[in-house]
């Protein structure tokens, strides 16, 4: 029965590595999709957009009807979705086919990604439900790792068209070892899903995020970049009067939990750091060391090889240590790394350059693991769905931010202090800041019964 467990945690994977390739590989792509579409590369940047919009915005309605009838069927729904509109993406000979597909995928990702980590916390518990979110989250990060190459082999040596289909295949094989694996989750049916007050959140949170994502091009002071985020801010406003108390948007078993908490906001203010050095540091390769698609996605290995070691390694530093130990040795490594990047810059030494990237990888996969697991030990599996669903919405702020902010920040720096980089090296030291104050959490966090080596989840 507990190979049986174990088997599972492979086939809940799956659908992950195929979200990881995609989101990763995606961004290498958009020239070609653009010139076979017809749209200029500024605007197949929209084939990011409008995906990272409909994963972040439905998180919470996916959470709660998770919750309400239960993991399972929502995952396999997501699964299957995912693959259709892989299949669509393939196949679309307009861009507006492309968006369509591309936003079904946002979609159907969120379910995937909410219910395979609400089906960890229900199938894994005490020592071993560490362990288990860190293997998810290095094979995530495998999946994230070869993102980039597999998508620039496949598109030199067939088309763009068949980067999709690696989707469509990696779900095939997930489909009948999910369904065959995963068991029937816990399910609240009493749980109400007020469909009104998910939707506006659903707009607020889909207009405040477009509205930080539209900074990075347009400058905060921009009409559409004020506007979205004033219209988002109006929905959840609404969304805000409209709560009940007795019916809370997220159970307050979950907002109360310490460890919830702080894991959430460890985890968010990492991903501010990484999203720094994923987004910006391989387009300062391709700037400043002319380094081709290709050759960027296999320098870049330096970051993702060790970011999967690091989340494998974060369920074994839980088990011998606690928690917040892990979270505070990733911690460092990140801003060790990213204060170390900033001073070598992205056009020094090739063999520093790397090593602070796998510095920087590594602590990141032990953050990101470990703060996910953290976050949901004291989550009960029936909320599963739900803390899952605020825990990634949370990083998804974290990222757009980080991208927005040091976006315009080395917009302006550059522009007043050209070469050397400046204004990269500025935003990593700004990074390194804000993950330093993830640092200072995890040394306040609580333990808990489970960091005791016990299982005390309920």
Known sequence: MKARRWLALFALSLPIIALSVDANG???????????????????????????????????LIGRLADRIGARPVLLVGVVGFGIASAICAVSDTFVVMILGRSLQGVASACCFTTSLAAIDAMFTGDDQPLAVGLWGALGGIGGACGPLVASLLADTFSWRAFFGVNVVLLAIALPLLIWLVPPLPADRTRTVPVVTLGLLMLGIAFVVGGIQHAASGGWAASGTLVSIVIGAAFLFVVARRRRPEDPLVPATVTRSAPFRLGTATATLSNWGSGVVMVLVPTAFELVRHTTVLETGILFLAFSIPFALGGAASGLMIRRRDAPSALAVGSAGMVIGMVALAIVGPDGPLGSVLLTLAVIGFGNGIVYSGATSYALVTVAPDDAGEASAVLSAARVLGLALAIAVSTSLMTTIDADFPGNSWGLRVALVIAAVVTAVGYVLAHRAPLTTADAGTEGRR
């Open 26 to 60: 995606v961004v290498v792509l958009l020239p070609s999709i653009g010139t076979d579409l017809g749209v200029s590369a500024a605007t197949a940047g929209a084939i990011v957009t409008c995906s990272s919009l409909a994963f972040a915005a439905p998180l919470l």
